[in-house]
């Protein structure tokens, strides 16, 4: 399982291409030559960026769901809208095509988020704004998810 570390500021061209950092890239280097996959986010206007090994992994679980259900096909189609392939160019360079750097409000400045075994590719404002908005639960949130007397592993 990939374990990714960090959060990053840096911009994007008019493009659309945004030059990843290079302590980001060090962590990606084993996924670069299989490339990644861009999508919009199910709870937030960002996208997320999957390794394709990590992609591959979903799918794998996805494809497990009964497609004579109306429900799943509906979320099938609506998870998988807008999901395109997308590489690190020579120079260091990820494109973001149009259509997602619309949905996720990206103007210039934008953060990568790592998200575990994802990156989060959030429009700064909308980022430091969701942020300041959840900071008040995040504390109730924790106990929540990570609190419960059943989890091993992080005291």
């Not at 570390?5 to 493009?15: L, N």
């Amino acid at each position: 399982m990939i374990n990714l570390i960090g959060t990053y500021e840096c911009k994007v061209d008019a493009k659309g291409r945004l030059m990843v950092p290079s302590a980001l890239k060090k962590q990606l280097a084993p996924m670069m030559q299989d490339g990644f996959v861009i999508k919009r986010a199910v709870f937030q206007n960002c996208l997320e960026l999957y390794p394709m090994e990590e992609w591959n992994v979903l799918m794998k679980r996805m494809n497990g769901l009964n497609r004579f259900k109306k429900k799943n096909n509906d979320f099938i189609r609506r998870f998988t809208a807008g999901v395109k392939t997308v590489e690190v160019d020579t120079n260091g360079r990820l494109l973001i095509p149009k259509d997602l750097v619309g949905f996720a409000g990206i103007e210039k400045e934008i953060v990568l988020s790592s998200a575990i075994n994802i990156v989060e590719i959030w429009d700064k404002d909308k980022y430091e704004q969701t942020l300041e908005d959840s900071s008040d639960d995040f504390a109730d949130l924790a106990e929540e998810v990570m609190g419960n007397d059943d989890f091993d592993g992080v005291s």
